[in-house]
């Protein structure tokens, strides 16, 4: 018998942060939706993946939750994935970039290019091909997000990791409430947590999932969009620089965490990237210079 295709949600947001459902209820959703694996990834907050991580333990879900966070760096937002401590804000990308990877984490760029949110550009994805530093090299890049946010630049983020990035493609349901968990995801063989961060890294992971309707867009959006924009950003600064920020929980495990996909190829530069073709832009698609 072959190996079987998994599915993962790799972009999920509960009500610790800007969401609107807790993080037991994404979980109960991502169960419904037959999915192998999901990450909670707040902003700037890793609590919502630890407590989805502990009801799954508690239920005995054949969910496999990975523990994430969503970090906004200079650049804009970044996933961190299979870490276990929260990420410093506020950075240079490159340098949040490694200190993923220091943590034994993932890198991954969640609607990338988009002008519609807070997101990393071209030119900064560019300039971290150019340094030639598999430490400081994304992991991923999200070419499957349902929202409008997510898909205005989908094409051309997609032409550019063809080109010049050449890292694994994701798709992730950027779900901030219950009932959009597994509207996207990402196929990759086999059905475990590790199984993932081995496709992530052989990149053998494909982005799949549909596009959310109108409808689908304004269900809560007044509510989400005031965690997102004014109450999310002031409790983060306050946990961060007032209140403090909570360490890796007791008992947390994070043995076999292994080099990072970009670490593992070093010695021949990450990816062996090729330069972009002359004047680095298809015909049909507009350059996106952030």
Do not use: C
């Not at 998994?6 to 509960?14: E, F, I, K, T, V």
């Not at 994701?170 to 196929?187: C, K, N, Q």
Request: proline fraction near 7%; aromatic fraction near 4%; glycine fraction near 12%.
């Amino acid at each position: 018998m072959g190996i079987g295709v998994g599915r993962a949600d790799l972009q999920l947001h509960s009500d610790l942060g800007d969401g609107l459902s807790p993080p037991e209820a994404m979980l109960d959703a991502a169960e419904r939706a037959g999915l192998d694996v999901m990450a909670i990834t707040d902003h700037d907050d890793i609590r919502g993946s630890f407590q989805a991580r502990d009801a799954a333990a508690r239920r005995g879900s054949p969910i496999a939750v990975i523990t994430g966070i969503e970090v906004t760096t200079r650049s804009g937002h970044l996933i961190a994935l299979y870490v276990e401590d929260e990420v410093p804000m506020l950075r240079p990308l490159a340098e949040t970039v490694a200190a993923i990877h220091e943590r034994g984490g993932l890198a991954l760029v969640p609607h990338p290019l988009s002008y519609l949110t807070f997101s990393v550009g071209e030119r900064a994805l560019r300039d971290l091909a150019e340094r030639g530093d598999a430490a400081a090299f994304v992991d991923g890049i999200e070419v499957r997000n349902p929202s409008y946010a997510g898909r205005v630049r989908a094409a051309r983020a997609a032409w550019l990791n063809a080109h010049v990035l050449r890292v694994a493609e994701t798709g992730s349901s950027d779900a901030h409430h219950a009932s959009l968990v597994a509207t996207a995801w990402t196929e990759f063989p086999g059905a475990t947590a590790e199984d993932l961060r081995t496709a992530i890294g052989a990149r053998a992971t494909v982005a799949a999932g549909r596009m959310w309707t109108l409808h689908e867009h304004l269900a809560g959006s007044v509510r989400q969009q005031w965690r997102s924009m004014l109450r999310d950003p002031a409790k983060r600064v306050w946990r961060r620089y007032v209140g403090g920020t909570p360490l890796r929980p007791a008992g947390a495990q994070t043995e076999g965490r292994g080099p990072s996909p970009s670490e593992a190829r070093h010695g021949s530069g990450p990816r062996g990237r090729a330069p972009a073709p002359e004047g680095g832009v298809p015909p049909t698609e507009g350059r996106n210079r952030d």
